[in-house]
């Protein structure tokens, strides 16, 4: 992605459904649960790299020993970091321990991370400050095991002042207005009242001290959930652990954040993406399975699990950005996913090159482009069979014209070198400019100056400013006849509020896009006509997405073409044409994610409608702050 851009964060939850001692003497190692979640978090690694977090909940401990541990890291390579400091602690416990570090109960008792239930997190700050304390998972403590929670999650709600509200409502006082406080406290309340409900329930047939166990035993997290999470609006996959070892994760009823979950005898895992089940536990693919919208998967204290439907689902619109950029491509389906958006783009690339292949360079925008590419020239490699076909058929060539023909094979150079010490994605816009201009390189001298069209994919393009500062002044400098950019995703258009960091209007290239046509056909007006409807529906709970009017005057195409005028630089000499994937090519090419609100506006949840109504208030105010 030319324009990267902060995104959803990666939550893995494990948990080992046999005592500790069974790991050590099958594996010979303590650290069998430790090793796991590293590997499950590396191989998630790009979905946050801001902070880390880690924590870890030893079962059946008697009282007086510690049995919550936790990690949490803001440092460079926060990941190491953290898994360091655990290994430091079985380093420590190997050399003063000897033989019994391989004694199960030995290590419970004094040593942390040596229990059955783990929770690990990866933070991409999409705003705020990145502190330590904004690092999942984050504690709930208490002296009753029952009411210790232990949360981390994948989320962002858009109603974070009403479930603020709600809390003050229940008698708390919350210390801070965000959704990861409101979302742990709203769970904990209910714990709480689950908690006393059922000690009400016993309180007069038996002892406090055996309460305890039958609450342990009866505990609800299915109606916990129910209860806590029947407010809440936004994309969400949150994972919670409980001080004795029970264990939920559950995801939102539009299914807009991913979850994945293996199990077999030994292990139960949860993880934000496949591949990483798939390595750490070489498991079959079709052994690992999608949480459901609306459902948890809740553990028990005795390592049990069931799926609970906890609320009602809505249509599914798991985010297609997932499975355009996010998400590895080591899983086959979105392998799959992206070479077809590559192929389906072939027709509009021919049609840019006037047909012209002989004289057309193909390449991508390193690196998350690389898959749409290897589809688009799938593609032109269908395109070609079918020509040779019909050129033999009807015209009946020489035998060297048709070795020359059936020889003939698209040109295809790395033009795009990103420096990989180099990002882009700077949370502060000064020095942005003078970083993005320095941020790729090209190969020289591949180009037949004034003859070659180039052809780049990308596989996004959200605010065109790398395009217009950096990869088009550079590849301008090879002297092609003409450039055409491809976008594999199609124009992005609205503000994100479920967890990706795209929530204000000036920054798509889009939108501007539309000013400018707005302007070009004295349309302007429309500009106050719709900030009149959203200021005369700010607050409201199910309101409409009237940003959608500003574009309703133009064609698709037509937006493309103002793209391209506003990203080409002033000096560029060759032609230059920006194009779009289509939000049908989209569905086509990923039918079982169809979440499509950043291309569309078509929001999953009502909230939605009120945060880009809000951000378009924001834009006219000339306010520079997310809408959510």
């Known amino acids: 992605m030319s324009d990267s851009i902060k995104h959803e964060c990666g939550i893995a939850h494990l948990r080992l459904r046999k005592p500790l001692q069974y790991y050590i003497d099958k594996y010979d190692t303590p650290m069998y649960g430790a090793n ?18 880690v924590a870890n909940i030893k079962l059946g401990l008697e009282p007086g020993y510690r049995y919550i541990s936790r990690y949490r890291s803001i440092d460079p390579d926060p990941l190491k970091k953290v898994f360091d400091k655990v290994g430091k602690k079985f380093a420590k416990a190997k050399k003063e321990g000897v033989e019994k570090y391989y004694d199960e109960d030995w290590l419970k008792k004094n040593y942390g991370f040596t229990g059955e239930v783990w929770l690990g997190h990866l933070r991409y700050g999409t705003h705020g400050v990145n502190s330590i304390e904004s690092c999942h998972p984050f504690l709930r403590q208490n002296n009753w095991r029952s009411r210790n929670l232990v949360m981390a999650g994948n989320f962002n709600m858009t109603n974070v002042d009403q479930l603020f509200n709600l809390l003050i409502d229940i008698g708390q006082h919350p210390k801070e207005i965000n959704d990861t406080v409101t979302v742990m406290e709203k769970i904990g309340h209910f714990l709480d009242e689950e908690n ?14 055996e309460i305890t166990q039958i609450i342990e035993d009866e505990i609800s997290l299915k109606k916990i959930l129910v209860r806590s999470c029947k407010d809440f609006d936004g994309g969400y996959t949150m994972a919670g652990m409980l001080g004795f ?75 297609s950005f ?20 590559g192929r389906l783009l072939v027709p509009k690339v021919l049609k840019a090159i006037n047909f012209d292949l002989r004289n057309t360079i193909f390449s991508y925008i390193p690196n998350s482009a690389e898959t749409a590419f290897l589809g688009l020239m799938d593609g032109m490699d269908d395109y070609l069979v079918k020509k040779r076909k019909e050129i033999v058929i009807d015209k009946k060539p020489s035998p060297d014209d048709l070795e020359e023909i059936l020889s003939f094979r698209p040109r295809i150079e790395k033009l795009v070198i990103k420096d990989a010490k180099l990002r882009t994605f700077i949370t502060q816009d000064a020095g942005r400019d003078d970083l993005v201009a320095n941020v790729y390189d090209t190969t020289y001298e591949v180009v037949n100056k004034g003859k070659d069209n180039l052809v780049i994919i990308d596989d996004s393009i959200v605010r065109g400013t790398t395009l217009e500062k950096s990869i088009l002044t550079l590849l301008d400098k090879l002297e092609p006849k003409k450039i055409v950019i491809v976008s594999s995703a199609p124009q992005i258009r609205y503000p994100d509020c479920y967890g990706i960091d795209m929530s204000k209007m000036k920054d798509f290239v889009s939108f501007r896009a539309i000013l400018k046509l707005l302007e070009e056909t004295d349309q302007e007006y429309l500009l106050d006509e719709v900030m009149e409807k959203c200021v005369a529906n700010k607050g409201k709970r199910n309101q409409e997405n009237f940003v959608t009017e500003l574009y ?4 698709y195409d037509q937006v493309s073409a103002m793209i391209t005028k506003i990203v080409k630089p002033k000096n560029m000499k060759a032609d230059l044409e920006v194009l779009f994937q289509t939000v049908n090519n989209l569905h086509l090419a990923c039918p079982n994610h169809l979440g499509d609100w950043y291309f569309t506006g078509d929001y999953p949840t009502p909230g939605g409608n009120g945060v880009v109504n809000k951000a378009f208030i924001n834009y006219m105010k000339g306010v520079s702050v997310r809408a959510y």
């Open 196 to 209: 006393q409900s059922l000690f009400q329930k016993y309180k007069d047939k038996y002892t406090n001290k």
């Open 322 to 341: 997932e499975r355009i950029y996010f998400s590895r491509s080591s899983d086959p389906d979105i392998y799959k996913e992206r070479k077809k958006l």
């Open 36 to 53: 796991k979640l590293l590997l499950l978090m590396k191989k998630m690694q790009n979905r946050g790299q801001d902070g880390v977090g």
């Open 552 to 555: 309703a005057p133009f064609t």
């Open 245 to 319: 070892g029970a264990s939920f994760v559950a995801r939102d009823p539009a299914g807009i954040r991913p979850a994945y979950y293996y199990a077999d005898e030994e292990i139960i895992v949860v993880a934000s993406e496949k591949p990483a089940i798939k390595t750490a536990f070489n498991c079959n693919y079709n052994d690992i399975n999608e949480i459901e919208p609306g459902h948890a998967l809740i553990i028990d204290k005795k390592g049990d699990y069931t799926i609970e439907k906890f609320l009602k689902p809505l249509p599914k619109k798991s985010c």
